[in-house]
């Protein structure tokens, strides 16, 4: 897996806009973007790649979903 560094991002702010209701990070919204981060690196490793795995698949959904509407 990458650094976590490269996913501090997802942390600060949805990509895609909105949060969905089932987003793990939506949980966290109200901490601060330090408290955000401190959060993820309390993670362990499974975790960590059980969040960055839902941000790829739910990107893709939307790209997808996106595409299909245009």
């Known amino acids: 897996m990458m650094d976590d560094y490269v996913f501090y991002g997802i942390l600060f702010d949805c990509p895609a ?3 969905f209701a089932n ?3 939506k949980r966290i ?3 601060s973007f330090k408290d955000r981060v401190q959060w993820f690196e ?3 490793h499974l975790e960590k ?3 960055i795995e839902y941000h790829i698949k739910c990107s893709q959904e939307r790209r997808i979903s996106k595409n299909s509407n245009n």
């Open 23 to 25: 987003c793990p990070i």
């Open 17 to 19: 806009g909105e949060r």
């Open 42 to 44: 309390s993670l362990n």
């Open 29 to 31: 919204k109200h901490f």
């Open 49 to 51: 790649c059980e969040i």
